[in-house]
Every structure is written in C-alpha cells, then in structure tokens.
C-alpha cells in the first residue's frame, strides 16, 4: 500500500512514513492511492474482533509489518479491554443499538485506536533503537487515551495539549494523574482549535519535527482512522445483519475522523445505508450538508466537550475525494478556508455528499431530555456525546432501518452532565474514584507555540 498527500506534495509513501510523519510537509493529510476491497459475506464468518480487526488493518499496512507480528500486536492492544468480546451492544427500542465503544482503560472509543497506535510505534522504534516525541491536542478523550498507552512505553515522551476549562474535570484527572517521567499534560489558556493548530504548526517545521523526532496522534495521523474501520464492520457481522438490509450509523461528531472511518469502510465494502453525522451546537458539519458551505464560527462551549470544535480537521480528506482526488482543488479550497474562513462546494460535490451523509444538530437542553428519557425508560444511562448520536439517528431513521449509534464514552467521564439529566448520582466503582484521589500535575501554558516547542527541547532525549 502507498500513501499521498491531499494537496498533492508527497506520494509513493509506505505506512511507515505516514506513521511518523502524520501530517504531510504540504500541510495535507494523507490518504492511501487506492482502497482496499473486502467481501463482507467473506468476513462474516470472523466473528472475534482482533482477527476481524487483522484481516481489515493488514491491506494498509502490507509488508511493513509482517503478518503474524501485526497479529501479536492487536491480541495484545485489546486485551486489555474489560469485556470479552470488546464491544458490547445496548439494544434500545426495535433495530435500535448503542454501540458500546467505552470498554478500553480509559473509557472511550479512543482506546481502539491508541491502545495499538503506540505499540506499532514502539516495534519500529525498538528495531531502530530510536526514541520519539508524540505531541497530542485534545478535546478530552484522546489525551487520556494517549497517556495511557504512552505510559507503558520505554521509547516514547508525550506532550498533550488540552484547552483549559473545556474538557470535563474526569478527563482532565485522566491525563493530569498519570506521574510517569515520560507523560507532559500541558493545559492551554484557549479552545481545541488552538491546541491543533500548536500542533500543526510544529509539524509542518519539518526540520524541528526531525531534529526532536516528533509525531502525532491526533486522528489527522491517517493510522487512527484505520483503525476505526473495524468496529464498523464487526457491529454488523456481530448483530447477524445482512448486506440486503437497510443500515445506518449516527456518530457524535466533532474532527470527522470516527465518521470518516465508517466512509472508508464503505469504500471497502460495508453495506451501510447512511452515514448520519450527529453535531452539537458547534454545527460546521451539518451547516455544510444543508447548504454546502463550510465556514468557521466561533466555539460554543456545551456538555459534550469532545465535540467542541470549529474545524472538523479529518473533512479534508472527504472533500480529497469529492474532487476525485485532485490535490489543486483540494489545497485550493483549503486555502480559502485558511485565508476566508469559509469555502463552498457546487451541487455536484453537494449530492455525492448526501448519498451516504445526513447530519442533524441536538442542542444541549435536547441532550440532557435524551440522557433522562433513556434511563427512565430504559434503565441506562447514556453520555452526552451518545446522547447526540441517539438524538440524530432518531430525527433522521426510517422505521424498519437498523440503526446504530456509537456510544463513544462512558457516562461516568461527564457525571456532572448525567447526574444532573438524571437526578441521582451515578455509582462509580473504587477503579473510578482512583481518578479523582490522585494528585495532579501538568503545565499550565498560553496559547503559544514556543512555550510547546520549549517543553519539547528541555525534555528531549535521543
């Protein structure tokens, strides 16, 4: 398999320069040159999720790692997920699933990928005998995610940049207890897009990025999104659903890279219906399917944090496509949006989008009715991100559809949320109230670069 950049700088790479690179010198992100093909009826007689997950992730990495070593590598990652099957379902009302994602060790849908990023990391890196610098912006879940993979690695430093009061505060406990000598919580007085954007501009200087060996994880690291493929195609096998039958997923939606995973997975052979992109009030992706047009507004902070966000950063690699992989059309937009904070898209580009997408907005008064509605009828609790995804799939799903929304955290991550939708408190266990007994430590920066790139340098080791 080889890769190319969106906007058309680099091409002819291996998963191996991706990998470490994660953003492309161009400022593109990477994408492979062809799509894998997969017979779903074929797969459908895989039913444990790390061969299923072997037989997907494989393709895009080919002959970079060997077979049975990418085997190890996924037994490994999720064993250590607390339900056997690693994901577990919620069946709600008839051809109504939640899709439980939060069974990794820190709770969220994250964990599938990080928890077998950072090993794959570690396998090249233990051959070259090299270390590397992770840097990491987060909305809350990747964060913990990462530091909770990096802190069993010997050959990786992670620096992760969260936005000071916008995440919940057991997020925050998450990355902020973890004392290892190679974990770097770095709280920025700003929003997401800021510590992307703190990211993104220390990747693009290739010759600092060389010079500290640094690497990202964000889900613009193309890895992330392969990863996600998985869980698309194991809902299905899993819930005995034939290709001949109408599917939807609703995903909680905020950098577009768990949803672009589903678009992939299409791409590859999932007999999905619809993609339903569900957003909060920070609504750039449903403002888009309505009126083709993507324009960045301010952030609005709500009770689902993870998707506080004004720039769905993944949409370049859809948009990429849409223009039949022209990287000049793909860079040119990018740059309008980059000096207008605004591009449009004509009806063609349009449609093809609403062929697999549909989008809904579910403000937070809608959220908080949701969580409640469902534990009173239900007798389960929901979190407010999943509480998004139910909300648009509701809006949206025919009757008779099979409809599957993500359920990507735990509820206890935002108990504050849920206690007060629900009017009680959550019990948690003694593994939970850890969280909160330990003691914090992190860096509290300004929205600056340098003060990243300093951390960075001060704390380097070859």
């Known amino acids: 398999m080889k890769y190319l950049s969106t906007r058309g700088g680099e091409k002819d790479l291996t998963f191996k320069n991706i990998l470490f690179s994660g953003l492309a010198s161009d400022g593109g992100l ?3 040159d062809v799509w894998p093909q997969i017979n779903y009826n074929a797969l459908k007689k895989i ?5 299923l997950a072997l037989e997907i992730i494989y393709p895009f990495i080919g002959e970079d ?10 037994d490994n990652a999720y064993s250590k997920f607390s339900n056997n099957n690693i994901i577990s379902f919620k069946n709600l009302k008839q051809k109504e699933y939640i899709v439980e994602l939060f069974n990794g060790p820190t709770l969220a849908f994250k964990d599938f990928a990080m928890q077998l990023i950072i090993p794959i990391f570690d396998h090249y890196l233990l051959q070259e005998n090299k270390k590397l610098n992770l840097i990491v912006a987060t909305s809350g879940d990747t964060g913990s995610a990462a530091i909770n993979a990096v802190n069993q690695s010997k050959k990786i430093n992670v620096f992760c940049l969260f936005p000071k009061g916008r995440i919940s505060s057991f997020q925050k406990k998450q990355m902020t207890t973890v004392h290892g000598e190679n974990i770097f919580p770095i709280e920025v007085d700003g929003t997401f897009d800021d ?3 703190i990211v993104k501009s220390i990747l693009v200087d290739r010759e600092f990025s060389e010079e500290f060996s640094i690497a990202a994880v964000n889900s613009i690291n193309w890895s992330r999104v392969m990863f996600q493929i998985v869980y698309y195609f194991y809902t299905l096998i899993e819930n005995n659903i034939s290709e001949n039958e109408a599917i939807n997923f609703s995903v909680p939606t905020g950098n577009f890279g768990d949803i672009y995973a589903g678009y992939v997975g299409i791409k590859m052979g999932l007999p999905a219906n619809k993609l339903i992109i569900a957003t909060n009030e920070n609504d750039i992706l449903d403002r888009f399917i309505n009126s083709g047009n993507y324009s960045i507004e301010n952030v609005t902070r709500t009770t689902s944090p993870s998707m506080d966000i004004a720039i769905a950063s993944n949409f370049e690699r859809l948009l990429f496509d849409l223009y039949d992989k022209s990287s000049s059309l793909t860079s040119k937009k990018m ?3 980059k000096n207008n904070k605004f591009f449009s898209v004509n009806s063609e580009q349009s449609d093809l989008v609403k062929k697999i997408f549909s989008s809904k907005k579910i403000n937070q008064n809608e959220v908080n009715d949701l969580i409640k509605e469902t534990y009173n009828e239900f007798n389960y609790i929901i979190d407010p991100h999943t509480a998004i995804g139910l909300g648009a799939s509701r809006s949206l799903n025919q009757i008779g559809d099979n409809n ?11 108990s504050d949320t849920v206690e007060k939708a629900i009017g009680q408190p959550m019990q948690s266990s003694e593994e939970f109230n850890k969280v909160f007994d330990n003691e914090e430590k992190f860096y509290s920066f300004k ?11 001060d704390n380097y080791s070859k």
């Open 195 to 197: 510590c992307q954007n």
């Open 335 to 337: 740059n309008e949006l």
């Open 30 to 32: 990477y994408v492979p």
């Open 47 to 51: 039913n444990n999720y790390s061969e």
């Open 65 to 74: 790692i060997k077979k049975k070593e990418l085997k190890d590598l996924i």
């Open 404 to 414: 599957f929304i993500l359920g990507t955290a735990h509820p206890i991550k935002f």
């Open 447 to 457: 929205n600056s670069t340098d003060e990243v790139r300093n951390i960075i340098k």
